[in-house]
T-cell receptor, first 116, second 115 residues
Framework: AQSVTQPDIHITVSEGASLELRCNYS??????LFWYVQSPGQGLQLLLK??????LVQGIKGFEAEFKRSQSSFNLRKPSVHWSDAAEYFC??????????????FGQGTTLQVKP | DTGVSQDPRHKITKRGQNVTFRCDPI?????LYWYRQTLGQGPEFLTY????????KSRLLSDRFSAERPKGSFSTLEIQRTEQGDSAMYLC?????????????FGEGSRLTVL
């Protein structure tokens, strides 16, 4: 079955500390991979995506993610967290090949809390 | 602001009533998606349109649910004979298919509470 697992439901980091959010997926082929962020009262916003090529992708707000095929993982990282990064983060996968599919499978999300 | 807009933002209804949600996508976007998000979970795909054609429906979309996108612009999602299990956030998203950007633009959602 196709699925996305985000093992950490809730993470707390200190402002200025580094961050890594984990994402593992189960899919028949290498899917398209996405990270979205959802702040309270706001819609989901795309942070970054991976289709093919360089396995380290850069996104907005200083985030990056690394695709590791052997581990079926797509972990999100940020070297220094800001208080405004507190939000819920979702990893998602979509069927490859079309380049712009919206039929995504989301993980259950990781809530990030930032301590001052 | 020309983002995706959804209306109403909040709806409280009694079990058995019908409710309808509206989504206005970004004007040039030809694809429109509906997702459902329950508390503590990620969004789940419900259905999507390309222009006015409904191309796919999830098994999650029971017969009580119907979605339309007349004229390929705004879309409505109607839930008939609501049940308490329908309580969720209903998210709409749009995209411009064919640009290879892979990005969905989400609205802020319509939260449904069924009493």
């Amino acid at each position: 079955a196709q699925s996305v697992t985000q093992p950490d439901i809730h993470i707390t980091v200190s402002e200025g500390a580094s961050l890594e959010l984990r994402c593992n997926y189960s899919y028949g082929a290498t899917p398209y991979l996405f990270w979205y962020v959802q702040s309270p009262g706001q819609g989901l916003q795309l942070l970054l995506k991976y289709f093919s090529g360089d396995t380290l992708v850069q996104g907005i707000k200083g985030f990056e993610a690394e695709f590791k095929r052997s581990q079926s993982s797509f972990n999100l990282r940020k070297p220094s967290v800001h208080w405004s990064d507190a939000a819920e983060y979702f990893c998602a996968v979509g069927p490859p090949g079309s380049g712009n599919t919206g039929k995504l499978i989301f993980g259950q999300g990781t809530t990030l809390q930032v301590k001052p | 602001d020309t983002g995706v807009s959804q209306d109403p933002r909040h709806k409280i209804t009694k079990r058995g009533q019908n409710v309808t949600f509206r989504c206005d996508p970004i004007s040039e976007h030809n694809r429109l998606y509906w997702y459902r998000q329950t508390l503590g979970q990620g969004p789940e795909f419900l259905t999507y349109f390309q222009n006015e054609a409904q191309l796919e429906k999830s098994r999650l979309l029971s017969d009580r649910f119907s979605a339309e996108r007349p004229k390929g612009s705004f879309s409505t999602l109607e839930i008939q004979r609501t049940e308490q299990g329908d309580s969720a956030m209903y998210l709409c998203a749009s995209s411009l298919w064919g640009t290879n950007t892979g990005e969905l633009f989400f609205g802020e959602g319509s939260r449904l509470t069924v009493l």
